[in-house]
């Protein structure tokens, strides 16, 4: 079970505690046990800002910016917010910020990644990519303890790649998975009735074998994907394609490994993406500042939400996505 899953798993069991707790609030409103009437948290909050910047380091020049990609790349429910995970929106957001504020000079990507779905890194690349294009803002990358698959994807717009010496990058290919239920159902005498309007209806269905031209299908779509993979990586890092290709069987590299395969530019920190970042803009004495996503669910305010409020839709999306096959640019 991966790790979206049990989070979402943990908040249901959380918001049903929670429901209990406001039917009883609201219950004491109705009999005038109450003095105080709740607010409205969510009206509240939706005039904030998902984000805020803080200080990275002083300076009296130019300034720098940070934003970190922190964890798997994928689509997270809103309530799931007040929690570690990396959340998409949220950063596409902070990009389209960072570029489009013009007190910022520069732009540094923190990856620590293993990756994530083939459309939500493909969707940072995008976005990074055209707003690069239009403000034409140095953008340097710096790679954390891993920067693999998705996470190395995303970092190809950038002008320079620096990768700690101890980080894992590469893992260049596309990953997907599915179970096969079929002899657990036989042995416990379960049956699926399944009516359906092809015979390509159903494919992947975990409760009966893959046919071989089922598997030449999803053959093909990985292929495909793998090739806009290979493709990125040849214009991002100005390789021939077949070069690309020669070392993109979904291994990954060790820094010192990638820097001399051409993956990445140097190793160093994130000072040292820093120290570079200021060069592109020749400053001495930058000011940095770090983009971080607010904690806008906080376990306060999910406890004031009214149990009228409380949607657990989302909830229920991800737990069948999760069940989904999905094609994922991810190091696993």
Known sequence: MNKKRWVSIAVIIVLLVVYIRTDVVSTGEKTGTTTGKLGDPLSMLSSKSPFSTETYQEGLGQTIAILNVDGTIESGNALSAGTNTFDQQVFLQEVENAFKNPEIKAIILAVDSPGGGVYESDQIYQKLKSLKDIYQKPLVVSMGSMAASGGYYISM???????????????????????NYSQLADKWGIEELVFKSGKNKDILNPMRDTTQEEMQIMQGIIDEYYGYFVDVVAEGRKMDRQAVISIADGRVYTASQAKSLGLIDQIGDLDGAITEAAKMINETNPKVIKYKKDDLFNWNTLLSLPSSRLDFSGIKEDLQNSAVPTAMYLYR
């Open 157 to 179: 717009p950038a002008d320079k790649i620096l990768a700690n010496r101890f980080t894992m990058t590469g893992s260049i290919g596309v990953i997907m998975s599915t179970y």
